[in-house]
């Protein structure tokens, strides 16, 4: 069984910065990618970015690239998603998700709210 919890949401101005967590309760973390999606209003769940099990490869949606940059501590069996330069088109519920192998993202957290300020 695994479970994800995300932690760091927040209100914050346009221009400012959050970081998320994203905490697993697995054996070995180390096994697991690790994403972070999100879901606006009234919109579908997108994804943000993405970090392999080894932490060497990460990949980012085109509207969060250069602003977002998502970590791995395996010591910590954490994730994180440093967020700056925020807008607030980034106002949305953010979810972390893990998977194995070439699965798709199996295991979910339960979200956490960003809203950003004009």
């Known amino acids: 069984q695994v479970q994800l919890v995300e932690s760091g949401g927040g209100l914050v101005q346009a221009g400012g910065s959050l970081r998320l967590s994203c905490v697993a309760s697995v054996r070995t973390f180390s096994r697991y990618d690790m994403a972070w999606f999100r879901q606006a209003p009234g919109k579908e769940r997108e994804f943000v970015g993405s970090?392999?099990?080894?932490?060497?490869?990460?990949n980012y949606a085109g509207s969060v690239k250069g602003r977002f940059t998502i970590s791995s501590d395996n010591a910590k069996n954490t994730a994180n998603l440093q967020m700056n330069s925020l807008k607030p088109e980034d106002t949305a519920v953010y979810y972390c998700a893990a998977k194995t192998g070439t699965n798709g993202y199996r295991y979910w957290g339960q979200g956490t709210q960003v809203t950003v300020s004009s």
């Open positions: 970090i392999s099990f080894s932490g060497g490869r990460t």
